[in-house]
């Protein structure tokens, strides 16, 4: 004990102890540098113009938002679709907050899960559904679940997942109203593997687990309740956030784009998972390039942007971002041919309904 308080003295007393020192260096702390002489791109502005079909409300007041459209203005997005998870007066409100800039900002609603577990749903739900569609919003998301229900809307579902009898009514509801529905399922595989020394996205894996969570589906559970959630409403159209959280393998969300043409992907919060296999993630770009789109789900600062532009447009090869990305992994380019660029950019983003 008397050891642990000097130790933790010290530390707190140096708090660069044990960066310096591999005996004592924690996991948490590594931040490499690379020392490679390799090419280094700054890419100011995107090649294209950009629709960013992720992100969210992240603003708290009219004049941050004027500062979003400038630092869009000077990298090349020309619009965002702000997913909001709300409803009624909140999404009421946001509609007011982003309402100076309509073309430049898309606001999708949430969906009122209250009273899931009650006579009257999904009745409910469609109505409000129907409501916030007339005050403006041209699609739902992002709907959320990770292995115990849907989720991001408040309150809760819990037990409730997108592939449950209830959610089908709403899902009809969406495609007679043409609103797409952007849907997150499951987390990256490492968040369901165990958190040991073999668990190769550890440090960001940890920080985000869910293999300790009672009674959660698995990672492929989740899938197949994507696939079945995809394949029981062919008429809506569903884009599945950040690779479907399929980047360990995108043989399985190729299989699905392949199966089910009512369905796109974004890529939102998912580069640091593609840039450490760049020439399968090209390969990948390449052969679905009419259903992906691109999102960042990260902010709105202007270097995050430009580091996503970075990890699309250009061959540059190992580099970090630890300010945006807890791996430890070096980032790479992929180097996208300029016409698979202006689909993920901006021309899938215009073939989606309702927009």
């Known amino acids: ?45 995107a090649r294209f113009p950009v629709v960013d079909m992720h992100s969210h409300p992240y603003t708290r007041s009219a004049e941050e938002i004027d500062q979003w459209v400038g630092i869009m203005d000077e990298v ?12 009624g007066e909140k999404f009421d409100s946001l509609v007011q907050q982003f309402g100076k800039y309509p073309d430049r900002f898309e606001l999708w609603c949430g969906i009122d899960y209250r009273g899931y577990d009650q006579t009257g749903f999904p ?29 991001y809307s408040k309150p809760p579902a819990w037990g409730m997942h997108p592939d449950d009898p209830r ?56 899938i197949r309740i994507l696939e079945n959630t995809v394949k029981q409403n062919p008429g809506t159209t569903f884009i599945a956030c ?21 369905l796109y992907i974004d890529i939102g919060a998912r580069f640091a998972e593609l840039a450490p296999v760049p020439r ?44 945006r990305f807890g791996y430890h992994w070096a980032l790479n380019g992929l180097d996208l041919p300029d016409e698979v660029l202006e689909k993920v950019y901006y021309k899938n983003a215009e073939k989606i309904p309702g927009r």
């Open 76 to 87: 090349g997005i020309k619009k965002t679709i702000v997913m909001t998870y709300a409803y």
């Open 280 to 323: 399968t993630a090209r390969e990948f770009f390449i052969g679905y390039q009419d259903r992906i789109l691109y999102g960042t789900d990260m902010g709105f600062n202007q270097s995050m942007y430009q580091l996503t532009f970075r990890i699309l447009e250009t061959s540059d090869e190992h580099f970090y971002d630890h300010d």
């Open 167 to 222: 959610m089908t009514p709403v899902f009809t509801a969406c495609a007679d109203l043409n609103m797409p529905v952007n849907i997150h399922v499951a987390d990256p595989k490492w968040m369901y593997e165990r958190m040991d020394a073999a668990n190769d996205g550890l440090m960001n894996a940890y920080k985000w687990r869910l293999d300790d969570r009672p009674d959660i589906v698995d990672h492929g559970g989740m």
């Open 123 to 151: 009745e409910s739900a469609i109505k409000e559904l129907k409501r916030c569609r007339q005050m403006g919003a041209a699609g739902v998301g992002e709907l959320g679940d990770k292995g115990k229900g849907l989720f």
């Open 242 to 262: 950040h690779l479907a959280n399929c980047t360990y393998d995108l043989s399985i969300i190729g299989d699905l784009l392949d199966n089910y043409p009512n």
């Open 1 to 45: 004990m008397k050891i642990f308080r000097i130790l933790l003295l010290v530390y707190f007393c140096n708090p660069s102890f044990g960066q310096t020192d591999p005996e004592n260096l924690l996991l948490k702390d590594y931040r490499p540098v690379s020392i490679y002489q390799t090419q280094k791109t700054k890419i100011d502005r």
